[in-house]
């Protein structure tokens, strides 16, 4: 295995049921709370499955590790039935996560866009955890969430950006909360509320199609970057299989070793 990850165990510390079908779970770990950055991901053996299941670290608190998930298959099923104390089998933490850039302007510092649809919210709330302790005191802009989700009920961890004091933009396919649509909808108007002078980074998760259509609207806009954190069916999770790997403009990328999280413009034309 490479420097910094290692396999583990932990035991789990916690598991609740935010909605009809969304768990949060938390393990303790002092390895992985201080090795761990926002945009990498753990590979977590549920027996008696076969393959192991990635999970982006959802937020970091002392030495306690949180997961974010939707039961969706066999695996994630027996996930969602653990109890405290649990023993788990994890190897972490994985991949390269977001960058954070270093702000040149101090008279013109960027506007931070984290944008997650559904459970592509997982990595955000660590990423906007360390955006908040990365900033200036002088620094007044307040990041910007974009959240979607099918319906009202399905919004996820809007309470906890709201801790966060970020400025927070909903939508809903059936309109029940926010604007009716998706974020792909609300990050378009948000972007025409922009000047064309201040420099944008957004931060954002989800699958290849959805980030395919967010960068058709903002290779629009020279002042505009984005890092995206590729969700990806993955085998081994180490590089080994190859089973994840993506198009790019620099040949084919394996998201567990060269990402998951991507600079958009090295992607697509």
Avoid at 148 to 175: H, M, P, Q, V, Y
Avoid at 222 to 238: I, K, N, P, T
Avoid at 242 to 252: D, F, L, S, V
Wanted: net charge positive; proline share 3%; aromatic share 8%.
């Amino acid at each position: 295995m490479r420097k910094k990850e290692k396999q583990l165990n932990a035991r789990v510390d916690d598991i609740k049921r935010l909605k009809k079908d969304v768990f949060l779970l938390s393990f303790v770990s002092d390895y992985l709370a201080k090795q761990s950055s926002p945009g990498n991901f753990i590979h977590l053996k549920i027996d008696p499955t076969i393959l192991r299941r990635p999970f982006s670290i959802h937020k970091i608190k002392k030495n306690k590790v949180y997961i974010l998930f939707r039961v969706r298959g066999r695996g994630t099923k027996m996930l969602s039935t653990l109890k405290k104390g649990c023993c788990l089998d994890i190897i972490g933490p994985l991949g390269k996560g977001f960058v954070i850039p270093e702000s040149v302007n101090s008279r013109n510092r960027a506007i931070n866009i984290l944008i997650g649809g559904g459970l592509g919210v997982a990595p955000l709330v660590f990423l906007a955890e360390k955006l908040k302790k990365e900033k200036r005191k002088t620094d007044k802009n307040q990041d910007i969430i974009l959240l979607g989700a099918k319906d009202e009920d399905d919004i996820l961890c809007e309470e906890e950006f709201k801790r966060l004091k970020c400025k927070i933009f909903l939508s809903t396919d059936n309109g029940s909360k926010g604007i009716r649509g998706n974020v792909i909808n609300l990050l378009n108007d948000k972007l025409k509320s922009i000047s064309y002078q201040q420099p944008v980074n957004i931060y954002t998760c989800g699958p290849k199609q959805m980030l395919r259509e967010m960068f058709l609207i903002i290779k629009k806009y020279s002042q505009v970057h984005c890092q995206a954190s590729f969700e990806q069916y993955m085998g081994c999770g180490l590089g080994f299989c190859c089973g994840c790997a993506i198009e790019t403009k620099q040949g084919y990328k394996k998201v567990c070793e060269d990402g998951p999280v991507f600079n958009l413009n090295t992607i697509w034309e």
